[in-house]
Nanobody
Framework: QVQLVESGGGSVQAGGSLRLSCAASGYTYSNNLLMGWFRQAPGKEREGVAC????????YYADSVKGRFTISRDGGKNTIYLQMNSLKPEDTAMYYC???????????????????WGQGTQVTVSS
């Protein structure tokens, strides 16, 4: 059974930092092309934040977080992280970990690319 579990969310002041973790289990890594982070604020659509190609380590970032957020993986490839620095109030959202074993073509930061999703962890940034 595929399971993605996020942790590390919380409330911080603007300019602060958080590190999100996503622990993955129950799936075949050879069939997973991408893992990533998405976020969704109330009343807004889910948007891609960052993703990492598990095999090759390639990373992709939304323009809004480039230079502030870093996605990474551990050596065992069972956990990914999102280091978030210089947080802004507009970063406030529920953050979801996602994994994809599907064929490409839809884009690495596009939600339909992903077929596995975690439960989400809340990030709140106050001004």
């Amino acid at each position: 059974q595929v399971q993605l579990v996020e942790s590390g969310g919380g409330s911080v002041q603007a300019g602060g930092s958080l590190r999100l973790s996503c622990a993955a289990s129950g799936y075949t890594y050879s069939n997973n092309l991408l893992m990533g982070w998405f976020r969704q604020a109330p009343g807004k659509e889910r948007e891609g934040v960052a993703c990492i190609q598990i095999t090759g380590g390639y990373t992709y970032y939304a323009d809004s977080v480039k230079g502030r957020f870093t996605i990474s993986r551990d050596g065992g490839k069972n956990t990914i992280y999102l280091q978030m620095n210089s947080l802004k109030p507009e970063d406030t959202a529920m953050y979801y970990c996602a994994a994809s074993s599907l064929g490409g073509g839809m884009g690495p930061l596009t939600p339909p690319t992903y077929n596995y999703w975690g439960q989400g962890t809340q990030v709140t940034v106050s001004s």
